[in-house]
């Protein structure tokens, strides 16, 4: 807590006037303790039963709460950024019958501290004795996810309101209306903190409507751990936003010009004579739950990536079958939410119809989801793979071999509304192939961000930059590769589940061995829908 002695005296001077209790400024992370007491209730304010004539019916002010109301008037103006303060004067501001002060401060007061608990224990009830109760229920939701075991969250709930979904219910990505001026709730992934006082303007989950924060993400292969990280922000994103659907339908397809198609997403090998072409793709991302309990999830999913070329170069056509399952648990952890999963995918390769190679990999995750809503992700994947063609000579030139990959990415939410979400990832990577010109260990840094431009329209760059090392090359001129991305997106978004983006990027791989020193650039048009 900042400014300790003003802390104090506020405490004294609330006690000393009878309008508080000696608990009324305390912050989120004190009403988190289950065994704090919240503050105590006006007689104006008996929770959710209170009206809009008992909110303006008091007492007229005592001299010691005239007093009370300048001395927080000018704590707040000579430290205007302490939440606690602003909700302190939103309590007395409802005393006094000032209602639409006290709802301005209590949303300075989650401006500054969007967890702060019991701010939206008393904005939930201001907003419900001016007969709003969808406004009310939001913000009182909020200290159900905030503070689940303090005394504030039992009245909530003895107001019939139920605790929402654990963990995944946070990291919704909830859509809002086109013409809406204020967003609809705390959003993970897309949302600006500052904002989330304002979302008692519009209706909870689920009856959000109009058009998502969130658009679909554009996968192709990064040849680092970006690709994975998409993949379980879908899941999550989806299972927010549709946390009772058994189905999650992921679907992108488009148009692309690439410069080197020989670059393939199941590629070890990038020694490839450099080949342009124009380029249709396809890539679908498939969930059915078919066990659901209360905290964790199973079932069954299938991923795909499937490419066309120009006719001359039509062996590269690509179809990546891959099916799998899956199954996840959420559990509390230290005070954070984690997600724990655990999959298998089975992937059948095939270039213009003959087959190249298969693998079996197995992944188990974590997401652990801090209370302040920022997050990590952190994964651990073992695969097998075996190539048709091992070459003249297998103990040089087989690509079969087992790859172990670790990773672990950080989301960190801004201040910033149209910047609301920065995400930073590494990789290591170690292949055991048979062949020694395949053996390698990596190292490999990814970021990304989103640009919320409007509601409908977003700009997402993405960059990654990585040095793979091959131990056991058997030429005398090494192949170790220095290779980097950079990659953007401007999305808009249509309706909830469509989207259109435009996409260019370009792809790097430096090694002193020109036979593997290649590139590769990509510009086109997609089309993404989700549900």
């Given at each position: 807590?900042?400014?300790?002695?003003?802390?104090?005296?506020?405490?004294?001077?609330?006690?000393?006037?009878?309008?508080?209790?000696?608990?009324?400024?305390?912050?989120?992370?004190?009403?988190?303790?289950?065994?704090?007491?919240?503050?105590?209730q006006?007689?104006?304010?008996?929770?959710?039963?209170?009206?809009?004539?008992?909110?303006?019916?008091?007492?007229?002010p005592?001299?010691?709460?005239?007093?009370?109301?300048?001395?927080?008037?000018?704590?707040?103006?000579?430290?205007?950024?302490?939440?606690?303060?602003?909700?302190?004067?939103?309590?007395l501001?409802?005393?006094?019958?000032?209602?639409?002060?006290?709802?301005?401060?209590?949303?300075k007061?989650?401006?500054?501290?969007?967890?702060?608990?019991?701010?939206?224990?008393?904005?939930?009830q201001?907003?419900?004795?001016?007969?709003?109760?969808?406004?009310?229920?939001s913000?009182l939701?909020?200290?159900?996810?905030?503070?689940?075991?303090?005394?504030?969250?039992?009245?909530?709930?003895?107001?019939?309101?139920?605790?929402?979904?654990?963990?995944?219910?946070?990291?919704?990505?909830?859509?809002?209306s086109?013409?809406?001026?204020?967003?609809?709730?705390?959003?993970?992934?897309?949302?600006?903190?500052a904002?989330?006082?304002?979302?008692?303007?519009?209706?909870?989950?689920?009856?959000?409507?109009?058009?998502?924060?969130?658009?679909v993400?554009?996968?192709?292969q990064?040849?680092?751990g970006?690709?994975?990280?998409?993949?379980?922000?879908?899941?999550?994103?989806?299972?927010?936003?549709?946390?009772?659907?058994?189905?999650?339908?992921?679907?992108?397809?488009?148009?692309?010009y690439?410069?080197?198609?020989?670059l393939?997403?199941?590629?070890?090998?990038?020694?490839?004579?450099?080949?342009?072409s124009?380029?249709?793709?396809?890539?679908?991302?498939?969930?059915?739950?078919?066990?659901?309990?209360?905290?964790?999830?199973?079932?069954?999913?299938?991923?795909?990536?499937?490419?066309?070329?120009?006719?001359?170069?039509?062996?590269?056509?690509?179809?990546?079958?891959?099916?799998?399952?899956?199954?996840?648990?959420?559990?509390l952890?230290?005070?954070?939410?984690?997600?724990?999963?655990?999959?298998?995918?089975?992937?059948?390769?095939?270039?213009?119809?003959?087959?190249?190679?298969?693998?079996h990999?197995?992944?188990?995750?974590?997401t652990?989801?801090?209370?302040?809503?920022?997050?990590?992700?952190?994964?651990?994947?073992?695969?097998?793979?075996?190539?048709e063609?091992?070459?003249?000579?297998?103990?040089?030139?087989?690509?079969?071999?087992?790859?172990?990959t670790?990773?672990?990415?950080?989301?960190?939410?801004?201040?910033?509304?149209?910047?609301?979400?920065?995400?930073?990832?590494?990789?290591?990577?170690y292949?055991?192939?048979?062949?020694d010109d395949?053996?390698?260990?990596?190292?490999?840094?990814?970021?990304?961000?989103?640009?919320q431009?409007?509601a409908?329209?977003?700009?997402?760059?993405?960059?990654?930059?990585?040095?793979?090392?091959?131990?056991?090359?058997?030429?005398?001129?090494?192949?170790?590769?220095?290779?980097?991305?950079?990659?953007?997106?401007?999305?808009?978004?249509l309706?909830?589940?469509?989207?259109?983006?435009?996409?260019?990027?370009?792809?790097?791989?430096?090694?002193?061995?020109?036979?593997?020193?290649?590139?590769?650039?990509?510009?086109?048009f997609?089309?993404?829908?989700?549900?």
């Amino acid at each position: 807590m900042t400014d300790l002695n003003g802390h104090l005296r506020t405490l004294v001077l609330t006690a000393w006037t009878g309008v508080f209790s000696v608990h009324g400024i305390a912050t989120a992370q004190d009403v988190a303790n289950p065994g704090f007491t919240p503050a105590s209730q006006n007689s104006d304010s008996p929770g959710l039963a209170s009206t809009p004539d008992q909110a303006t019916s008091v007492a007229p002010p005592s001299p010691a709460q005239m007093r009370m109301l300048g001395m927080l008037q000018q704590k707040v103006a000579s430290n205007p950024n302490h939440s606690d303060s602003w909700r302190t004067l939103g309590r007395l501001q409802k005393a006094l019958g000032d209602v639409d002060s006290s709802i301005e401060s209590n949303r300075k007061a989650l401006e500054l501290d969007p967890f702060n608990a019991a701010a939206h224990f008393d904005l939930g009830q201001l907003l419900h004795g001016l007969s709003r109760p969808e406004a009310a229920r939001s913000h009182l939701t909020e200290v159900l996810k905030i503070a689940p075991s303090s005394s504030y969250a039992d009245q909530v709930r003895a107001m019939g309101i139920e605790t929402p979904t654990p963990a995944l219910a946070q990291l919704a990505a909830p859509t809002s209306s086109a013409t809406a001026a204020e967003p609809s709730a705390i959003d993970w992934m897309t949302s600006d903190p500052a904002n989330v006082a304002q979302a008692s303007e519009l209706p909870i989950p689920p009856n959000f409507a109009g058009v998502p924060t969130q658009t679909v993400g554009y996968e192709i292969q990064t040849f680092d751990g970006s690709d994975d990280l998409e993949n379980r922000l879908r899941q999550l994103e989806s299972e927010a936003e549709s946390p009772t659907s058994p189905f999650r339908i992921f679907l992108e397809t488009g148009l692309l010009y690439n410069t080197n198609v020989t670059l393939t997403p199941i590629s070890r090998d990038l020694a490839q004579d450099e080949q342009a072409s124009f380029q249709w793709f396809a890539s679908p991302d498939l969930d059915w739950k078919l066990i659901r309990r209360e905290n964790s999830r199973a079932g069954l999913m299938f991923r795909g990536y499937f490419t066309a070329n120009e006719s001359q170069f039509q062996e590269f056509n690509l179809a990546s079958f891959q099916p799998g399952a899956f199954a996840e648990r959420d559990f509390l952890f230290g005070g954070n939410e984690v997600i724990g999963r655990m999959e298998y995918v089975f992937s059948n390769d095939f270039f213009d119809g003959n087959q190249v190679g298969d693998r079996h990999a197995g992944t188990a995750s974590f997401t652990v989801i801090r209370p302040d809503l920022n997050a990590w992700y952190g994964y651990t994947t073992i695969a097998q793979s075996n190539f048709e063609d091992d070459g003249v000579t297998p103990t040089q030139t087989s690509l079969d071999g087992t790859t172990l990959t670790f990773g672990a990415s950080h989301f960190k939410r801004t201040n910033w509304e149209a910047l609301p979400m920065v995400a930073l990832g590494t990789d290591l990577e170690y292949a055991n192939t048979k062949g020694d010109d395949y053996r390698y260990l990596s190292i490999n840094l990814h970021g990304s961000t989103d640009w919320q431009i409007s509601a409908r329209w977003k700009f997402t760059p993405t960059w990654g930059v990585g040095y793979r090392n091959y131990p056991d090359f058997t030429d005398p001129i090494g192949r170790d590769e220095i290779f980097w991305r950079v990659h953007g997106k401007l999305s808009y978004q249509l309706t909830e589940q469509l989207s259109v983006s435009a996409v260019a990027g370009h792809d790097r791989f430096a090694s002193d061995n020109e036979d593997f020193d290649t590139e590769r650039s990509e510009v086109g048009f997609l089309i993404g829908f989700k549900r």
